[in-house]
T-cell receptor, first 108, second 116 residues
Framework: QKEVEQNSGPLSVPEGAIASLNCTYSDRVSQSFFWYRQYSGKSPELIMSIYSNGDKEDGRFTAQLNKASQYVSLLIRDSQPSDSATYLCAVNGDKIIFGKGTRLHILP | GAVVSQHPSRVICKSGTSVKIECRSLDFQATTMFWYRQFPKKSLMLMATSNEGSKATYEQGVEKDKFLINHASLTLSTLTVTSAHPEDSSFYIC????????????FGPGTRLTVL
Protein backbone atom coordinates (compact mmCIF):
# COMPACT_ATOMS: atom_id res chain seq x y z
CA GLN A 1 0.00 0.00 0.00
CA LYS A 2 1.59 3.24 -1.15
CA GLU A 3 1.20 5.94 1.49
CA VAL A 4 1.80 9.60 2.09
CA GLU A 5 1.99 10.53 5.75
CA GLN A 6 1.48 13.93 7.31
CA ASN A 7 0.98 15.03 10.90
CA SER A 8 -2.65 16.09 11.10
CA GLY A 9 -1.89 18.97 13.49
CA PRO A 10 -3.06 21.51 14.30
CA LEU A 11 0.33 23.14 14.06
CA SER A 12 0.25 26.53 15.77
CA VAL A 13 2.87 29.08 14.74
CA PRO A 14 3.16 32.72 15.84
CA GLU A 15 2.71 35.34 13.17
CA GLY A 16 6.03 36.24 11.55
CA ALA A 17 7.69 32.93 12.45
CA ILE A 18 8.62 30.08 10.14
CA ALA A 19 6.08 27.29 9.72
CA SER A 20 7.55 23.90 8.88
CA LEU A 21 5.33 21.21 7.38
CA ASN A 22 6.57 17.69 6.83
CA CYS A 23 5.58 14.74 4.69
CA THR A 24 6.95 11.23 4.20
CA TYR A 25 6.09 8.82 1.44
CA SER A 26 6.51 5.10 0.94
CA ASP A 27 6.92 4.68 -2.82
CA ARG A 28 10.61 4.97 -3.67
CA VAL A 29 9.95 5.41 -7.39
CA SER A 30 7.93 8.60 -6.86
CA GLN A 31 9.10 11.34 -9.17
CA SER A 32 6.91 14.38 -8.55
CA PHE A 33 5.98 16.09 -5.33
CA PHE A 34 3.43 18.78 -4.70
CA TRP A 35 2.14 20.99 -1.90
CA TYR A 36 -1.43 22.23 -2.00
CA ARG A 37 -3.19 24.65 0.34
CA GLN A 38 -6.85 24.14 1.18
CA TYR A 39 -8.93 26.68 3.04
CA SER A 40 -11.98 25.43 4.90
CA GLY A 41 -14.84 24.83 2.48
CA LYS A 42 -12.69 25.45 -0.57
CA SER A 43 -10.85 23.23 -3.01
CA PRO A 44 -7.06 22.71 -2.94
CA GLU A 45 -4.82 25.18 -4.73
CA LEU A 46 -1.31 24.39 -5.88
CA ILE A 47 1.49 26.13 -4.01
CA MET A 48 4.64 24.35 -5.11
CA SER A 49 5.88 21.45 -7.14
CA ILE A 50 9.33 19.91 -6.76
CA TYR A 51 11.00 17.18 -8.76
CA SER A 52 14.66 16.99 -7.72
CA ASN A 53 16.53 16.79 -4.44
CA GLY A 54 17.24 20.01 -2.65
CA ASP A 55 15.37 23.24 -2.07
CA LYS A 56 13.02 25.16 -4.30
CA GLU A 57 12.00 28.65 -3.29
CA ASP A 58 9.00 30.70 -4.40
CA GLY A 59 8.40 33.88 -2.46
CA ARG A 60 7.81 33.02 1.18
CA PHE A 61 7.56 29.31 0.41
CA THR A 62 10.42 26.82 0.21
CA ALA A 63 9.90 23.18 -0.68
CA GLN A 64 12.61 20.71 0.33
CA LEU A 65 12.98 17.22 -1.12
CA ASN A 66 15.15 14.35 0.07
CA LYS A 67 14.47 11.27 -2.01
CA ALA A 68 16.94 9.11 -0.08
CA SER A 69 14.98 9.74 3.11
CA GLN A 70 11.63 9.80 1.26
CA TYR A 71 10.85 13.11 2.83
CA VAL A 72 9.44 16.36 1.51
CA SER A 73 8.80 19.51 3.49
CA LEU A 74 7.35 22.97 3.07
CA LEU A 75 8.66 26.01 4.89
CA ILE A 76 6.60 29.18 5.11
CA ARG A 77 8.62 32.23 6.14
CA ASP A 78 7.11 35.30 7.79
CA SER A 79 3.88 33.41 8.49
CA GLN A 80 0.70 35.41 8.11
CA PRO A 81 -2.78 34.74 9.53
CA SER A 82 -3.92 34.22 5.93
CA ASP A 83 -1.61 31.18 5.79
CA SER A 84 -3.91 29.40 8.24
CA ALA A 85 -5.24 26.46 6.23
CA THR A 86 -4.78 22.75 5.67
CA TYR A 87 -1.69 21.86 3.65
CA LEU A 88 -1.81 18.73 1.51
CA CYS A 89 1.27 16.88 0.38
CA ALA A 90 0.88 14.93 -2.86
CA VAL A 91 3.27 12.41 -4.35
CA ASN A 92 3.14 11.09 -7.91
CA GLY A 93 4.58 7.72 -8.89
CA ASP A 94 2.34 5.69 -11.14
CA LYS A 95 -0.58 7.62 -9.64
CA ILE A 96 -0.85 10.66 -7.46
CA ILE A 97 -1.50 10.06 -3.78
CA PHE A 98 -2.52 12.77 -1.34
CA GLY A 99 -1.71 12.91 2.33
CA LYS A 100 -4.51 13.68 4.76
CA GLY A 101 -3.16 17.16 5.34
CA THR A 102 -1.73 19.21 8.18
CA ARG A 103 -3.86 21.95 9.70
CA LEU A 104 -1.79 25.08 10.21
CA HIS A 105 -2.92 27.86 12.50
CA ILE A 106 -1.01 31.15 12.52
CA LEU A 107 -1.44 32.96 15.81
CA PRO A 108 -1.84 36.75 15.45
CA GLY B 1 -3.14 29.78 -16.76
CA ALA B 2 -4.35 26.31 -15.72
CA VAL B 3 -7.86 27.28 -14.68
CA VAL B 4 -10.47 24.64 -13.97
CA SER B 5 -14.12 25.51 -13.48
CA GLN B 6 -16.99 23.53 -12.03
CA HIS B 7 -20.69 24.01 -12.38
CA PRO B 8 -22.81 24.27 -10.35
CA SER B 9 -20.95 25.45 -7.27
CA ARG B 10 -23.80 24.42 -5.03
CA VAL B 11 -26.83 22.23 -5.59
CA ILE B 12 -29.68 21.05 -3.41
CA CYS B 13 -31.84 18.22 -4.66
CA LYS B 14 -34.48 15.81 -3.46
CA SER B 15 -33.68 12.22 -2.67
CA GLY B 16 -34.02 9.99 -5.73
CA THR B 17 -33.16 12.62 -8.31
CA SER B 18 -30.00 12.76 -10.42
CA VAL B 19 -27.51 15.58 -10.42
CA LYS B 20 -24.94 16.40 -13.10
CA ILE B 21 -21.73 18.26 -12.27
CA GLU B 22 -19.56 19.72 -15.02
CA CYS B 23 -15.81 20.18 -14.88
CA ARG B 24 -14.08 22.27 -17.53
CA SER B 25 -10.46 23.12 -18.18
CA LEU B 26 -10.67 26.70 -19.42
CA ASP B 27 -7.23 27.45 -20.81
CA PHE B 28 -5.65 24.06 -21.41
CA GLN B 29 -6.52 20.65 -22.76
CA ALA B 30 -6.94 17.99 -20.12
CA THR B 31 -6.31 14.44 -21.20
CA THR B 32 -7.01 13.22 -17.69
CA MET B 33 -9.52 14.46 -15.16
CA PHE B 34 -10.04 13.24 -11.64
CA TRP B 35 -13.11 13.30 -9.42
CA TYR B 36 -12.77 13.55 -5.66
CA ARG B 37 -15.22 13.62 -2.79
CA GLN B 38 -14.55 15.25 0.53
CA PHE B 39 -16.66 15.03 3.66
CA PRO B 40 -16.42 17.80 6.29
CA LYS B 41 -13.05 17.84 8.04
CA LYS B 42 -11.97 14.72 6.18
CA SER B 43 -9.33 14.16 3.55
CA LEU B 44 -9.80 14.05 -0.21
CA MET B 45 -11.02 10.75 -1.51
CA LEU B 46 -10.33 9.90 -5.14
CA MET B 47 -13.45 8.49 -6.74
CA ALA B 48 -12.39 7.96 -10.33
CA THR B 49 -9.96 8.89 -13.07
CA SER B 50 -11.27 9.71 -16.51
CA ASN B 51 -9.33 9.89 -19.73
CA GLU B 52 -10.75 11.64 -22.75
CA GLY B 53 -12.57 9.25 -25.02
CA SER B 54 -12.37 6.21 -22.78
CA LYS B 55 -14.17 4.71 -19.82
CA ALA B 56 -13.40 6.02 -16.37
CA THR B 57 -11.39 4.02 -13.88
CA TYR B 58 -13.15 3.84 -10.54
CA GLU B 59 -11.50 3.43 -7.17
CA GLN B 60 -12.37 0.46 -5.03
CA GLY B 61 -15.71 0.89 -3.30
CA VAL B 62 -17.05 3.54 -5.68
CA GLU B 63 -20.17 2.40 -7.55
CA LYS B 64 -19.73 3.13 -11.24
CA ASP B 65 -23.46 2.81 -11.92
CA LYS B 66 -24.21 5.42 -9.29
CA PHE B 67 -21.49 7.89 -10.21
CA LEU B 68 -21.51 8.16 -13.99
CA ILE B 69 -18.52 9.86 -15.52
CA ASN B 70 -18.24 11.11 -19.07
CA HIS B 71 -15.12 12.71 -20.55
CA ALA B 72 -16.20 13.42 -24.10
CA SER B 73 -13.76 16.20 -24.91
CA LEU B 74 -10.36 17.46 -23.86
CA THR B 75 -11.95 20.28 -21.89
CA LEU B 76 -15.05 18.76 -20.32
CA SER B 77 -15.80 15.94 -17.92
CA THR B 78 -19.11 15.37 -16.18
CA LEU B 79 -20.06 13.47 -13.05
CA THR B 80 -23.68 12.42 -12.67
CA VAL B 81 -24.84 11.28 -9.25
CA THR B 82 -27.79 9.05 -10.03
CA SER B 83 -30.68 8.46 -7.65
CA ALA B 84 -29.03 10.65 -5.04
CA HIS B 85 -29.55 9.93 -1.35
CA PRO B 86 -28.72 12.03 1.73
CA GLU B 87 -25.52 10.04 2.28
CA ASP B 88 -24.29 11.32 -1.10
CA SER B 89 -24.26 14.85 0.30
CA SER B 90 -20.65 15.96 0.09
CA PHE B 91 -18.17 18.32 -1.53
CA TYR B 92 -17.28 17.04 -5.00
CA ILE B 93 -14.08 18.35 -6.53
CA CYS B 94 -12.62 17.72 -9.95
CA UNK B 95 -9.06 18.20 -11.03
CA UNK B 96 -7.42 18.16 -14.43
CA UNK B 97 -4.03 17.22 -15.71
CA UNK B 98 -2.89 18.82 -18.93
CA UNK B 99 -1.16 17.50 -22.01
CA UNK B 100 2.51 18.18 -22.65
CA UNK B 101 3.96 15.80 -20.11
CA UNK B 102 3.16 17.75 -16.97
CA UNK B 103 1.70 15.72 -14.11
CA UNK B 104 0.49 18.67 -12.09
CA UNK B 105 -3.17 18.52 -11.15
CA UNK B 106 -5.21 21.70 -11.04
CA PHE B 107 -8.37 21.66 -9.00
CA GLY B 108 -11.77 23.11 -9.77
CA PRO B 109 -13.55 25.14 -7.07
CA GLY B 110 -15.76 22.24 -6.06
CA THR B 111 -19.50 21.54 -5.98
CA ARG B 112 -21.34 21.24 -2.70
CA LEU B 113 -24.16 18.73 -3.05
CA THR B 114 -26.94 18.54 -0.49
CA VAL B 115 -29.51 15.80 -0.89
CA LEU B 116 -32.68 16.30 1.14
Amino acid sequence: QKEVEQNSGPLSVPEGAIASLNCTYSDRVSQSFFWYRQYSGKSPELIMSIYSNGDKEDGRFTAQLNKASQYVSLLIRDSQPSDSATYLCAVNGDKIIFGKGTRLHILP
Amino acid sequence: GAVVSQHPSRVICKSGTSVKIECRSLDFQATTMFWYRQFPKKSLMLMATSNEGSKATYEQGVEKDKFLINHASLTLSTLTVTSAHPEDSSFYICSAKGTGGTDTQYFGPGTRLTVL
